[in-house]
C-alpha cells in the first residue's frame, strides 16, 4: 500500500492531481490552484506549479486553465499573440513612447508573455501586472508602429 506522504510529493501523482482539478472546476490563478492542491495535501511552491503548467501544456483562459487539445481549432490557427490578445485584451491606451493594455483581473501576465514570445523590434521591454500590461517602446514613432500592428491583429 502506498503511503500518501510518499505519492503527494510524486511528480507524476502532482500532475494527475492538476489535471483533475483543472479539468473538473474553474481555476482562474495559480493561486488558487495552489490551495486546491493544499486542501488535498499536496504542498507545492509557486515556481514549481509554475513548471507543472508549463510541462502540462495548461494555459491560461477567461474560463480557468486549460489543457492546449481544449482550446478550439480556430483558436489554436491563430499565431499565439493574436489568440492572447483576442482573449485577454480589453483596451488599449497609448501614452507617448509606451502602449497600456488593459486585461480582465489575471490576464495580464498571459499576454505579456505572449507580447514577449512575439520579438517586436520596436518593444524595450514590458512589465505585467494582474489586469495591466505596460509595454515601453524606445519613442512615439516606435509606440505608433506597434500599436499598429497590435490592432492588425485584432482583425
Known sequence: MYNLAFMSAGKTFRHGQILRLVSGERIASQ????????QQRLRVTQATLSRDLHELKLVKTTEGYKQTAAISEESASLPPLARAL???????RPAENMLVLKTPPSGAQPLAAAVDASKFPEIAGTIAGDDTVLIITSNKKTRISLQQKIEALLK
Open 86 to 92: 483576442r482573449e485577454f485584451l480589453l483596451d488599449v
Open 31 to 38: 493561486d488558487d490552484l495552489r490551495r486546491r492542491l493544499a
